[in-house]
């Protein structure tokens, strides 16, 4: 059990997290520290045994394991409060989606005696808030943990296991191989989404309306995604720019084959989607959805 832990910033992730710390009773104490005021009057309505403080101050010397769940760009502020009130040896993780230039950037200005191991737990939504926190949201859901050089075993060890607690798979690898792989399999698809949304009000502006009236199940979905926090995500985009730049050349480029193929090649399009559609079998076979509607 940890002693007394620390939340920083109580949106959807940071909610939930505090949700089933609760609820498993990991924490003998819960600090949460939230700065809008909307947010602390969700939280108070949860009934649940925790202390809100509004500020990052000697408050935060008592917490042996504080946890960031807030957009990138706040980081460097919560260090440079850690940097002042918390205590020696205190085990900082986060939940943020992008991490080499994050932990470059935040190991030149953060304590040396700061022990941080940085998490992204795979469990997001297009909602967001305390109001849709979920104390199940991290279950039987992936959660990255970032290896460092200088990561110590023991301290890993801490992390994996309170991720364990709140019900994820666990995983480690570096902060470039997860840059790398998340580009692809989520930054992308939301800047995608995004494009979308943007092509459908640009299209036929007259029509607008029709448009979005007879929205079909693809771009109902991509506007779901689209409907995501806009902070988090410009954060993350600015933050993993050089492969957002890489993948977005590459999608550009295949993009550019399906047009031609459009235009003149019917077999080779046909044989192209039957070949795409077995990803998402693979899909399923590893768990990742369902096969169900």
């Not at 710390?21 to 700065?35: D, H, N, P, Y």
């Not at 957009?71 to 900082?92: D, Q, R, T």
């Not at 607008?208 to 409907?227: P, W």
């Not at 079998?281 to 990742?288: A, M, S, T």
Request: with cysteine; charged share 30%.
């Amino acid at each position: 059990m940890i002693n007394k832990i620390l939340i920083v910033g109580c949106g959807l992730i940071g909610s939930s997290i505090l949700k089933k710390v609760c609820k498993k009773r990991i924490a003998k104490k819960i600090l949460v520290f939230e700065k809008s005021k909307k947010n602390q009057r969700i939280l108070k309505r949860f009934k649940l045994n925790f202390e809100i403080i509004k500020r990052m101050d000697k408050k935060i010397s008592e917490c042996d394991f504080i946890i960031i769940c807030t957009p990138l760009s706040e980081y460097g502020k919560i260090f440079l409060a850690c940097n002042k009130h918390a205590k020696k040896n205190v085990l900082i993780t986060d939940v943020g989606s992008a991490k080499s230039d994050t932990i470059t950037k935040i190991n030149k200005i953060k304590r040396k005696d700061i022990n941080w191991i940085s998490s992204h737990p795979i469990a997001g939504s297009e909602v967001s808030g305390p109001m849709n926190g979920n104390e199940n949201l991290f279950v039987n859901k992936w959660s990255v943990i970032i290896k460092q050089k200088n990561s110590e075993t023991k301290e890993m060890k801490k992390i994996l296991k309170f991720w364990k607690l709140l019900g994820s798979k666990t995983v480690t690898m570096d902060a470039y191989q997860h840059d790398m792989i998340f580009a692809i399999t989520s930054h992308l698809p939301h800047l995608i989404a995004y494009n979308l949304i943007l092509t459908a009000t640009n299209f036929k502006i007259s029509n607008k309306d029709n448009v979005l009236r007879f929205s079909a199940g693809g771009l109902r979905d991509f506007s779901r995604i689209a409907a995501s926090n806009e902070i988090m995500w410009r954060d993350i985009f600015f933050n993993n720019k050089l492969n957002m730049l890489k993948v977005i050349d590459l999608f550009i480029k295949n993009l550019k084959i399906f047009k031609s193929d459009i235009k003149s090649n019917r077999k080779n399009l046909e044989t192209k989607l039957k070949n795409l559609k077995k990803v998402r079998q693979k899909i399923v076979l590893l768990k990742q959805d369902t096969s169900k509607p």
